[in-house]
């Protein structure tokens, strides 16, 4: 993720939630800590995933988390907020990948990669429904 | 609860559970977390409930917290384990109270105290159960 | 705390806090953990106190939580934002204590009473600086 | 991760933590959260490393978490206790890479691998420590 200079730039992600951080956030390096960081991606994730299931009322498939990966490129500090920018990055058959950047005072302190997939009501892999690929398309990073 | 010197004492407590603590549970200060201390009596509290709901399979009535008190009486320090001591201190018609103790290294850094209400099917209070009543009898803080 | 029907009043409180809840804020029960509203609490506590903080630079005490005590009076939900309302219900000599409130919708659904201790720089209890005083005057709880 | 089957088998792994789960580990699903799996990940690595720095006291680096990925293969279930396994897949010159797995009941639920830079005291990349490598050579994966 690092390694590509566009996932630090906040104008790369067409979807951007902000959160306070807690005092809680911090541990004993006074620093967010990397766990609290990847609550944060978590709730991100997951109000961005509330968005699609909306779309799937009705025969609604599961989104699972398959995979997450977080590059730790500074530190982030209570009680600045954070700016968590979001995009699409790659679409497959049944499963896509959300790319995340967490800012503070417009510097990123971390990129997030997650892995979800689509299941079927018997717990097996599902293609994408069409509406959830066409929302997914409509977030795809930008550049 | 710390105007009490017998709270402070493990052998008041006739019910124990030793936990590790976690990196995690420290805060910015350096010692375990306020809200981490709480959570540690959360795990004594639901263990020492599971136990009771087990006696009460059937027609199982929920047992809900309706109050949690902690007097923090000392820092609490990772990677130190802690030993979380358990009593009933209270025996309600359709409630009870749960006395606790955190331990380091045979000293006391918390006391807790938690009122606990016993409601029905209809989400009303109910009765404790005779089989639940004789369970909490037998968990009375000593002395 | 239940017992005071005032508590329950938004009106009651002089300060207020807003925050969003998030996905890790619930536990099993689907709804918000305990120990999620105990942090959601010494959020509104660190902030209150950090103001406080900000008066004492120089000779600053430290102020140290002695006790928390929460009544869980109704369920709380996510993805609902929280508003914790917060005045100070006494004043001593060398602790205060502080009332919170947490609504959702207008609802109240937990109240918690913290006590707080200043402590000066041999770790013994000291008396609270006269800036202090004023300031938690300033913050009493209306009626 | 998941790709490699020796990664999803104990005897890979020379080190090992067991820990117990807490209720709060568990999210609204019922099973345990992806970001409570990551603190028991981060619990692992953290024992591990302090392991490390015990043999670095004098001109201690400091060791530093520059990514986490983490693939979920099954769901994680409280109250079962997790048996974190560790070992080290690669060692470069100033960074290693950890590769780790957590099981409950011999099925693995979750693999883990991180990448740990060293920072020397200005805050720059520093070379191992010749004590830190034997250490690391010491607790490479098996096979």
Redesign the interface.
Known sequence: MRGDPRRLQAAAYPARLD??T???D?????HL???AI??LF??AR??FN?GSAQLLAGARPRI?????????VAEGH??LPVALMMGISEIGNSSFRMAMAAFQADRCFALCDSVLVVRGPDGGRAALPQVLRERLEAHRLNG
């Open positions: 959160l306070p807690r005092f809680g911090m541990d004993a390096n006074g800590n990397n766990v990847a609550q978590e709730e997951v109000q509330t699972m988390v398959a995979h997450v990966g977080i590059d730790y209570y009680p």
